[in-house]
């Protein structure tokens, strides 16, 4: 499985971005998936995940209480491509976005959960 993350970029605070995640090598459909950020300094710690499909137009998501509200996961079965919709950015969301993916059904806020990840995007909320 590859993954490649794309849309980082500088933005002020207020401003929004979408990041997106290319994926390869294996049935997009049969992953759960998660987006994750590191901080310099920092942990990697947990943004969104969102199941893998089901036949349902409904899918499960999960949110870091930081970003409920402002960031909205989904995913492009059609497409291979899962997408970030950051909303409202502030400076503390300035980070490296990573994407993941997981051979399960249901996606987790734990690090060591997923199998496969992207190099990152570098997303920085300054004014």
């Known amino acids: 499985v590859q993954l490649v993350e794309s849309g980082g970029g500088l933005v002020q605070p207020g401003a929004s971005l979408r990041l997106s995640c290319a994926f390869s090598g294996r049935t997009f459909s049969t992953y759960s998936l998660g987006w994750f950020r590191q901080a310099p300094g920092q942990e990697r710690e947990f943004v969104a995940a969102?199941?893998?499909?089901?036949?349902?137009?409904?899918?499960?998501?999960l949110y870091a209480d930081s970003v409920k509200g402002r960031f909205s996961i989904s995913r492009a079965n059609a497409k291979d491509t899962l997408y970030l919709q950051m909303n409202n950015l502030k400076p503390e969301d300035t980070a490296v976005y990573s994407c993941?993916?997981?051979?399960?059904?249901?996606?987790?806020?734990?690090?060591?959960?997923?199998?496969?990840w992207g190099q990152g995007t570098q997303v920085t909320v300054s004014s």
């Open positions: 969102i199941s893998r499909y089901t036949g349902s137009i409904l899918y499960s998501t």
């Open positions: 993941a993916a997981r051979d399960s059904a249901y996606g987790s806020r734990r690090v060591n959960d997923y199998h496969y």
